[in-house]
């Protein structure tokens, strides 16, 4: 991939300016208003906040200014703590940039390339620094939104900013599983090797500045797959859910419709669909479904669950993103193993097959803009 071709992945970059010769010290809560006296001696590659973030935490600082000002100082604290990390982070080689490691040469090419042929199981101590370290930044970026979300909340601000906040939070929250996605993408052998070197490109744009382009994709919709998910009361049965499924479906987007009428006739597709929509295991759905044939019953509500499986489930969730990040590692995990296992049930989350599927569009889309000129 040349380096256009590589530059064609990177999102516009948000520059962080701070004094790298100047102790961190609390910052004035003034210097967030006025842009003139942000410095330019030193730039990180990270995106710290975007120009849309900026502007959204301004507002809710300037806000804060008149109804808090010792939670305005709290939060300013932690945003300085979220600048410094950033920087000292920007102090390893960039990932774009050539290296030369005693007789090893490292290039965003060789990292990619190095990504394609990794083995199954945990990467930590394959993976290069900057990318274990960024991950903890990012955690920090959501943490910091979730704080800020949450007092918007408790001081009654105007809805549209706490809306505006929480929407920002999700958005971290994806990019932050976005990446586990594309590590597990990269392990299926069964995805052409042009998109998986395509993530694996994608993969070190996201280290490097830890933001990504397909979140803009995916996230939207998985969210209000998720918001859907908790108002619909799914029947477990003999029937796939499909009662559940056309009504999660009404509302999406075309391309949400367009993969749930391509895919969903994969079994394994379908049965990582039913994992997160049930809120349960490929293996407690076929016991259950097992189950309910024995005894006679066609269906049961989600607050019976738990009986039938003798084991306590919680088919409720709450809005909260954690439930969803903390779901989707479940469901992650149990594909792993049943893939390192040969086993049945899909060796896939939701998210992994929806990632796969825009993916597979898009390169369709551009093979297609290709031929048409």
């Known amino acids: 991939m040349s380096e256009n071709q590589l530059i064609a992945f990177m999102p516009v970059s948000l520059k962080e300016f701070i004094d790298e010769k100047a102790e961190f010290e609390n910052v004035d809560i003034d210097e967030f208003y006025d842009e003139e006296s942000i410095s330019d001696d030193f730039s990180t590659d990270i995106v710290v906040l975007s120009n849309s973030e900026k502007k959204l935490i301004n507002k809710t600082f300037e806000a804060l200014k008149e109804i808090s000002p010792e939670t305005l100082e709290g939060l300013t604290n932690r945003l300085s703590d979220l600048e410094r990390l950033a920087a000292s982070i920007a102090n390893f080689p960039s990932l774009l940039q050539r290296q030369t490691i005693s007789t090893e040469i490292q290039t965003q090419h060789t990292i990619a390339e190095s990504l394609l042929k990794q083995k199954d199981g945990d990467k930590t101590l394959h993976l290069p620094t900057k990318a274990i370290l960024g991950k903890g930044f990012l955690v920090a970026k959501y943490q910091f939104f979730a704080s800020v979300t949450r007092i918007t909340k408790q001081c009654a601000f105007n809805e549209d900013i706490t809306k505006r906040l929480s929407k920002k939070t999700v958005l971290i929250m994806f990019t932050l599983m976005t990446e586990e996605v594309y590590l597990s993408l990269l392990e299926d052998v069964t995805i052409p090797i042009d998109i998986r070197r395509e993530i694996s490109y994608a993969l070190v744009i996201l280290w490097e500045h830890r933001s990504d382009h397909n979140v803009a994709d995916i996230a939207p919709v998985l ?11 799914p029947v477990f049965g003999t029937m796939v859910g499909t009662s559940e499924l056309l009504l999660l479906s009404i509302e999406m987007d075309d391309q ?21 929509m049930f809120g349960l295991s490929y293996e407690q759905i076929q016991k259950l479904r097992a189950m309910l044939k024995e005894k006679g019953i066609a269906a049961i509500g989600r607050d019976e669950v738990s009986n039938f499986l003798n084991i306590k489930i919680e088919t409720y969730y709450e809005a909260d993103p954690r439930s969803f990040y903390l779901q989707y ?23 992994d097959y929806y990632m796969r599927f825009i993916l597979e569009q898009n390169r369709e889309k551009q093979r297609n803009d290709i031929y048409a000129k």
């Open 223 to 233: 969210a209000e797959v998720w918001n859907a998910r908790q108002k619909l009361a």
């Open 256 to 276: 949400w419709r367009k993969f749930i009428s391509n895919k969903l006739g994969d079994k394994n597709v379908s049965a990582a669909m039913e994992e997160f």
């Open 329 to 351: 590692s479940i469901r992650r995990e149990n594909a792993r193993a049943r893939k390192r296992m040969n086993a049945e049930g899909p060796h896939g989350t939701l998210e």
